[in-house]
């Protein structure tokens, strides 16, 4: 697992801006999908996060950098590690459903869990340049 906060390895994505919060992957075991194929899923899974906002947020939860790490499993069961802009969040109880069913609807997914953590917490350096623009946070 990779702990660069902006990094994503090379196996689990294509290429991201430079900026865009990207979440991290267990690089220790290679994966018994081909890694087109698994690059494939990834960035599909990236292009369903992106369809998710915080509904008191006019930014995709993926540029705001909430989505911490994506993990596809070789049976392609997802598991998907974020967090929230704060623990008193009034969309915590939505949100996590709202990006298992975005991920869940990509082809060749298999099962998805969604899981809410809370280190590193969530600040604004996390947001991408896109996010910053959007929001008005320079």
């Known amino acids: 697992m990779t702990d660069e906060p902006n990094k994503v390895p090379a ?67 997802v598991a998907i590690e974020m967090t929230l802009t704060t623990p008193n969040c009034p969309s915590a109880q939505e949100l996590p459903t709202m990006v298992e069913n975005a991920v869940a609807s990509v082809a060749g997914v298999g099962q998805v869990k969604v899981d809410i953590v809370w280190d590193p917490p969530w600040d604004p350096s996390r947001m991408s340049d896109e996010a910053r623009a959007v929001l008005n946070m320079w």
């Open 11 to 77: 196996q689990a994505a294509a290429p991201l801006t430079d900026a865009a919060p990207a979440p991290s992957a267990d690089a220790a075991a290679p994966s018994a999908l081909p890694q087109d194929e698994l690059a494939r899923l990834t960035d599909d899974i990236i292009a369903a996060l992106k369809t998710v906002y915080d509904p008191e947020i006019p930014s995709d939860i993926y540029e705001l950098g909430l989505i911490y790490k994506i993990d596809v499993a070789d049976d392609r069961a």
